[in-house]
Structure formats: structure tokens, C-alpha cells
């Protein structure tokens, strides 16, 4: 899984009108890969709540 918080951004020096775009699409691209490492994380999340609760059930289920 990657690092969903980048330490830095690339610094780049532009001119003219298509800075503007290009910026734009690094934003994107840095949107969209952050998007993806959250529902990495909130997958695993929620693989790790079904696991905690089956051992509570069986825990529960294994006292009475």
C-alpha cells in the first residue's frame, strides 16, 4: 500500500498557460491515487472488523 500523505510535491517551474493545466492534472492524479489507498485502507478495515467480531461471537458463543 502506498504512503496516502506525499512528504513533498514535486517543485516545477512553468510558463505560459499550460502550467495551469499541467498543475491541474497532477492534482488530479494525486486525487485519484489517494482515492485508491483509501479504499485500499478502508477495505483492509473492514476485513479486520469481520475477523474481530467472529472471535468475539465465538468467544461469546464458547462461555455460555
Do not use: I, W
Not at 498543475?23 to 474481530?52: F, I, K, M
Amino acid at each position: 500500500m502506498g504512503n496516502a500523505y506525499p512528504s513533498t510535491r514535486y517543485q516545477k517551474q512553468f510558463s505560459g498557460s499550460s502550467a495551469v493545466h499541467d498543475d491541474d492534472a497532477d492534482l488530479n492524479s494525486d486525487a485519484g491515487s489517494a482515492l485508491q489507498s483509501l479504499l485500499e485502507e478502508n477495505a483492509r478495515l473492514r476485513a479486520l472488523v469481520v475477523q474481530l467480531s467472529d472471535l468475539v461471537l465465538r468467544n461469546v458463543v464458547s462461555q455460555k
